[in-house]
């Protein structure tokens, strides 16, 4: 094989953009592009690394010899080593060799801009390229309509590899292409807008679930090629599903081949241990003030919209960026320049981040990950927020369940739980979420937190999921959650869908698949979804009956609706609520029909609403209220 011959993708503005922080697509000009050069074709490989007095190219192509094809440093100070080596061919493995400067020290390092990797527990990098043809532009032409913040979101959360197992395969996951046609029939069937994909992007460990990862521009190989995930994208795409990516710009693992120590030096992560180490997981952290490292993750994000047509980002663990002292103790940290315990670097690199995006890529969103009081998440950055398009509303689901998993007859003294939420619902665009996080480490599952006898449990689940859909904001629930999953959840094993052999499961999975439809032919249920004027309580202070009510508007009053949430098994009849004029309602919702599981009570097909007064308003009518149950009406007249 001929030496590494002279080579660059990189422009001087290239390495400006670099420097400074600004260069976003550094994925079309770091790592290995498959070219021809003076009429060869080969490889041009690039590496950051600027603390190496050597870099080499070790592969297959080479038996792995250090030396056998080293890169070439640029004469700009940027610390990029570069070259371009023929024969190489799509598919080569391959690992950069890197001899620093700083104590002598040799590191063998994985590519931090791959596109492919092997598959675990091997480590090395492989060229590729995507050779995909995209089939989805219907969608990308009507996403910012589809995708946005008045449309609704309804998302399912799932980790690849344990959604669906073949048992007759030994119980192996399903590939991206088997996903791609039975994933995208069942979300289609069940009526979410939206999926989540738990990260995809390559990792080393897999009880971590995808969230220690080394390969930050890599579809993990455990489910197929890269392109293989382009064709499960596309296909989602092509039936009108949106996908939002989890993403991890938070902290990343001190693995051999990753990007820790990556040049001999902390190249990636901050120098300080203060700062550049998560004592929680055991990971380290980007210094986020280093202008290289914020264009390398502005670019990862930006990569995964253009090359992958994603359609969101889930962003990870963000309020352990916000802040110095997360999960440390006094003294364990040192306060910011300004004598307070927010980093600001990571404060800043968010904003660009969301700037960046938003004016780049047409109809997406960020979705922020993030547990704390932190001002102004998702306003904008002009009006001194963090750019965020949503946010999880970790309040709202930690009071919710807590209060589900109390009997019913005490929950009269717990009312304040259910409807504290809604004192600050609209202080940021939130996402309900009943995610994977509450279903592990003894949690119990989401039907298994239930109480009550069988009945009740169910119907308590039914009263959750209907509840969640009509408060204010957009909702996420994980896998499993939709037909009542029994056990927490095992991302070694496939959810217990023998379950759905049962009716109470049934229904419940039913119950879902109509709530998602309710949620999207509804406009009062999601045009206003994140504004004070989408909500107006009705009733919030009856807690002797454990009942509340309130209304959801949309932009049209003549669609508002009218919803009941009974928390306790006991049917109320002749209920009066506040109604705003007279005229005629009719129940479009009851989660306590029998299809669902439920016991059958239910409403006449019309109401008349009276002149007589209630819940401070002049007019009324008379309902009941079915056990453990949410009601909706409408007028229709």
């Not at 598959?119 to 492989?126: E, F, G, K, N």
């Not at 509303?393 to 919710?400: A, F, K, L, S």
Request: hydrophobic share 35%.
């Amino acid at each position: 094989m001929e030496n590494v011959l002279p080579h660059s993708l990189f422009t001087d503005f290239d390495i400006e953009l670099f420097k400074g922080g600004k260069h976003y697509k550094l994925y079309e000009k770091f790592g290995a592009h498959l070219i021809e050069k003076d009429g060869v074709e080969g490889c041009y490989f690039a590496v950051w690394a600027p603390s190496a007095k050597a870099v080499s190219v070790v592969g297959d192509f080479n038996y792995w010899l250090e030396g056998e094809h080293p890169l070439n440093v640029r004469w700009d100070a940027s610390g990029i080593w570069e070259g371009f080596i023929p024969g190489i061919s799509k598919g080569d493995k391959y690992k950069f060799k890197i001899h620093s400067n700083h104590r002598d020290i040799k590191t063998e390092k994985a590519d931090p801009y791959a596109f492919y990797a092997e598959h675990p527990p091997q480590t090395a990098s492989i060229v590729w390229n995507h050779p995909h043809e995209w089939k989805d532009e219907r969608w990308m032409k009507t996403r910012k309509s589809v995708n946005a913040l008045d449309k609704p979101f309804s998302v399912y959360e799932l980790h690849l590899g344990s959604w669906k197992r073949n048992m007759e395969e030994n119980g192996r996951s399903l590939n991206y292409t088997e996903l791609a046609e039975e994933l995208t029939r069942y979300v289609k069937d069940m009526k979410f807008t939206h999926v989540e994909f738990m990260p995809i992007m390559e990792y080393p460990y897999d009880p971590s679930w995808g969230y220690q990862l080394t390969g930050y521009f890599a579809p993990t190989s455990r489910f197929g090629k890269p392109e293989d995930l382009m064709v499960l994208i596309d296909r989602l795409h092509q039936e009108g599903i949106g996908v939002i990516l989890d993403w991890v710009p938070s902290h990343f693992p001190e693995d051999a081949h990753g990007l820790g120590f990556f040049d001999g030096t902390h190249l990636y992560e901050h120098p300080d241990r203060r700062r550049g180490y998560h004592p929680d997981w055991k990971s380290l952290i980007f210094n986020y003030g280093r202008n290289e490292v914020k264009s390398f993750l502005i670019s990862n994000a930006f990569f995964w919209f253009d090359k992958f047509h994603a359609d969101a980002l889930r962003v990870d663990a963000v309020a352990s960026m916000l802040y110095l002292d997360y999960s440390r103790e006094e003294g364990e940290w040192e306060p910011n320049i300004h004598g307070g315990r927010e980093n600001l670097e990571a404060i800043a690199f968010l904003k660009e981040l969301n700037e960046a995006v938003y004016g780049t890529f047409e109809g997406i969103q960020t979705i922020a990950e993030e547990s704390t009081s932190f001002p102004g998440v998702t306003k904008p950055v002009y009006l001194g927020g963090l750019g965020f398009g949503m946010k999880w509303m970790m309040g709202w689901m930690h009071d919710t369940l807590e209060y589900f998993k109390k009997e019913s007859i005490h929950r009269k003294y717990h009312h304040n739980e259910i409807t504290f939420s809604l004192t600050y619902a609209f202080s940021e665009n939130f996402m309900l979420p009943l995610s994977h996080d509450e279903v592990v480490y003894g949690k119990r599952s989401i039907f298994g937190r239930m109480t009550g006898d069988e009945w009740q449990r169910f119907a308590n689940l039914r009263t959750l999921f209907s509840y969640m859909f009509t408060h204010p904001g957009t909702n996420l629930l994980f896998m499993g959650a939709e037909f009542a999953q029994s056990e927490e959840w095992n991302f070694q094993n496939s959810l217990d869908w023998h379950l759905l052999q049962y009716d109470y499961h049934k229904g419940i999975q039913k119950l879902l698949t109509d709530l998602n439809g309710f949620y999207r032919s509804q406009p009062a249920l999601h045009e206003l979804q994140f504004s004070e004027q989408g909500f107006e309580w009705i009733n919030y202070g009856d807690s002797e009956n454990s009942v509340m009510s309130f209304i959801r508007k949309g932009n049209d009053q003549q669609e508002d609706l009218f919803v009941i949430c009974n928390f306790t098994p006991v049917v109320r009849e002749r209920y009066r609520i506040g109604m705003p004029r007279a005229g005629k309602i009719k129940q479009v919702f009851n989660s306590d029909f029998k299809k669902y599981g439920g016991s059958g009570i239910s409403n006449s097909k019309e109401i008349s609403v009276s002149d007589t007064g209630c819940n401070g308003r002049d007019h009324s009518a008379e309902i009941t209220i079915p056990p453990l149950s949410v009601i909706i009406f409408k007028y229709f007249s």
